[in-house]
């Protein structure tokens, strides 16, 4: 894995990028998201995995899925992030979200809702204010 710490936006991101296994990287400290998977251009970013990276202490979020549909997300630290752990928006559907680890970030989890068929489980979540504990 890569150490990707300390950077004006993201540690990784990736634009209208399919099909990528991103694995085993630490991405702490970063203005605003540890990994990003987002759209550009009307392309998203479809069929990847990310699992058992680190992304804490991010200006924002530990993982952000921004438009972006049928990923994997696994066996991640998300935690002291200042807004979320890890999120899903902009209609990013189809995700599954399972086995992470999310605590002490604002939110825990946080989907938007304007996407579906999204599954999240099996999550160690505890955000700042205290709810969102247990795995669920």
Same mark, same amino acid.
């Given at each position: 894995g890569n150490t990707c710490n300390n950077n004006g936006t993201c540690g990784i991101c990736l634009y209208s990028s399919s099909s990528n296994t991103i694995?085993?990287?630490?991405?702490?400290?970063?203005?605003?998201?540890?990994?990003?998977?987002s759209s550009s251009n009307?392309?998203? @970013?479809?069929?990847?995995?990310?699992?058992?990276?680190?992304?804490? &202490?991010?200006?924002?979020?530990?993982?952000?899925?921004?438009?972006?549909? @049928?990923?994997?997300?696994?066996?991640n630290t998300c935690n002291n992030n200042s807004s979320n752990g890890i999120s899903l928006s902009s209609s990013s559907s189809? &995700?599954?979200i399972?086995? &992470?680890?999310?605590?002490?970030?604002n939110t825990a989890y946080l989907d938007e809702g304007e996407g579906t068929g999204n599954i999240e489980a099996n999550n160690v979540k505890k955000d700042i204010e205290g709810t969102g504990s247990g795995i669920v």
């Open positions: 694995t085993g990287n630490t991405c702490n400290n970063n203005d605003r998201i540890g990994i990003d998977l009307n392309s998203s @970013s479809n069929n990847n995995t990310i699992s058992g990276n680190t992304c804490n &202490n991010n200006g924002n979020t530990g993982i952000c899925l921004y438009s972006s549909s @049928s990923n994997t997300v696994t066996g189809n &995700n599954c399972v086995g &992470n680890v999310l605590v002490d970030n």
